[in-house]
């Protein structure tokens, strides 16, 4: 079966990853949302010729190892409506744009150092149409304002991110299924590296909700802020 993006219809293959990955652990997407969700294949291979975003290994499994990983917090945490998310160095959009196409009523702040990375973001967005994202050039440190969740991929170590980010998070519980708080997508062992923060966590093994051996040993990172 072909698959529509912007530019025309792929053919099914090894090479495209099927929407029905997606359905399988989401089936209850609306069909603006799977369109969104399909076009995301199609944009980011032809970013990836201008701008390297997605690694050259990577591009061909884009939607096990950046949408559905992306999607993982969705697991840990639903967003309810106005919900005010910080997305902290999003590179090309990940987390970012697949939490914001699953959750069209919260509010999405993606921000990256790069601005090409940026450029690409702003690109994604106004291709899909999706008008609850923010895209921001800078550092999280001087992004303005407060957010009821931080997420955020394997940007650097949990220690000095939390220094950078936790005074952005308003308290309470309005927000989402869980109390505010940090929502971090990570891999490998990080008991050392969690215990460096002198915090308490929750680790939430992606493996427990995705059935595919690239996530097994990816976790989803909590802190209540």
């Known amino acids: ?13 090894p090479k495209f990853q099927p929407m029905e990955q997606i359905l399988e652990y989401f089936p209850a997407l609306s069909q603006e949302q799977i369109r969104r969700l399909e076009m995301l294949e199609g944009l980011y291979r032809e970013w990836n010729q201008r701008i390297n975003v ?10 096990t190892r950046h949408v559905l990983h992306s999607l993982a917090i ?11 998310i910080l997305d902290v160095g999003c590179g090309g959009g990940f987390p970012g744009i697949p939490l914001a196409v699953l959750f069209p009523e919260a509010n999405f702040t993606l921000v990256d150092s790069i601005g090409k990375k940026i450029r690409v973001v702003e690109e994604v967005v106004r291709s899909t149409g999706l ?19 931080v997420v955020s991929r ?14 952005k998070i308003e308290r309470g519980e309005r927000a989402g299924e869980r109390p505010n708080g940090i929502l971090y997508l990570k891999g490998g062992d990080l008991r050392e590296e969690l215990a460096a923060t002198g915090r308490p966590y929750e680790l939430f093994p992606v493996g427990d909700f995705f059935d595919d051996d690239f996530f097994e040993t990816k976790k989803v990172v909590y802190f209540r802020r």
């Open 131 to 149: 008008g609850n994202v923010t895209a921001i050039h800078g550092r999280a440190e001087r992004v303005e304002g407060l957010f009821d969740f």
């Open 74 to 84: 969705a697991k840990v945490c639903a967003f309810r409506p106005g919900a005010r």
């Open 154 to 167: 394997a940007v650097t170590e949990m220690k000095p991110f939390i220094g950078w980010i936790w005074n």
């Open 1 to 13: 079966m072909p698959y529509l993006c912007r530019t025309g219809f792929l053919p099914a293959g």
């Open 54 to 63: 997605v690694s050259r290994k990577d591009i061909d499994r884009l939607y």
